[in-house]
């Protein structure tokens, strides 16, 4: 994997074919979901068991209720469930279509500069995965998954089911990349906020709803983007 890494970035130069050159750019992106199997395998080490109670106490003390329970519960209607589901599996073309857009009609600075803070956002939020590990609530035997009946439904629960790592749910690292994308296409591709603003909404709201993640990971995920968009930024600023 890193010779592939190292062929990527040295061999492929900016006069290479327009395919070569967006492997180059957004080859990280294929890494993701390897580089999320590995926190399930490590997450351990500083925590023996999963922090879902601390969680849920927490939640309690700043709510007076659990939001992820509580949600659905007032929204039982199947096609809201079905529009949730749909909003959370659009995480999966969201980032990958920016990419593709900034390498097809932008500069290559701005594909680096996304793609740095992309990076930055998932990465760091693998690493927090490793010492502070968090399941998703839709494990939990008193919680478990909100039903979904239609495909969007039917997909997901395969997803959560054959690749999804318990461990993994603090921070949102689907709502800090999806706030990573809202920012980078109000920068760059403006004229589709008003499809990509809705679409990031649900999705951050459709974490909570399916039970894939407590409300405060959802706030996480969006603090940690506040932070390190800027600082990534710095970096590529600097970089220049």
Same mark, same amino acid.
């Given at each position: ?73 007032? $929204? =039982?209607?199947?096609?809201? +469930? ?5 909003? &959370?599996? #659009? @995480? ?5 279509? *920016? ?70 749910? $603090? =921070?949102?690292?689907?709502? +800090? ?5 809202? &920012?980078? #296409? @109000? ?5 589709? *906020? ?47």
């Amino acid at each position: 994997m890193v010779a592939v890494v190292f062929l990527a970035a040295f061999v492929v130069g900016n006069r290479a074919s327009r395919t070569a050159r967006l492997v180059r750019y957004l080859y990280p992106m294929a890494l993701f979901l390897l580089m999320y199997e590995q926190t399930g395998r490590m997450n351990h080490i500083v925590f023996p068991d999963l922090l879902n109670p601390l969680v849920r106490q927490i939640e309690e003390s700043i709510f007076g209720f659990q939001p992820v329970i509580v949600f659905a519960q007032k $929204f =039982p209607q199947k096609w809201f +469930a079905e529009y949730m589901y749909f909003a &959370y599996s #659009t @995480f999966y073309l969201l980032f990958p279509t *920016l990419g593709i857009f900034l390498c097809l009609r932008r500069t290559r600075a701005d594909v680096l500069d996304y793609m740095l803070s992309l990076c930055g956002v998932m990465y760091v939020s693998y690493l927090m995965y490793i010492f502070l590990p968090v399941s998703a609530p839709c494990f939990e035997t008193d919680i478990g998954y909100v039903p979904g009946s239609g495909p969007f439904g039917g997909m997901m629960t395969w997803i959560y089911h054959h690749l999804e790592k318990p461990g993994g749910a $603090f =921070p949102s690292s689907h709502v +800090a990349a999806a706030v990573v994308v809202l &920012y980078y #296409t @109000f920068r760059h591709a403006r004229i589709a *906020l008003w499809v990509v603003g809705p679409l990031v909404v649900s999705l951050m709201a459709a974490t909570v709803y399916c039970r894939y993640h407590y409300a405060i990971d959802v706030v996480a995920g969006v603090a940690l983007t506040l932070v390190l968009v800027p600082l990534c930024q710095k970096i590529t600023r600097c970089a220049k």
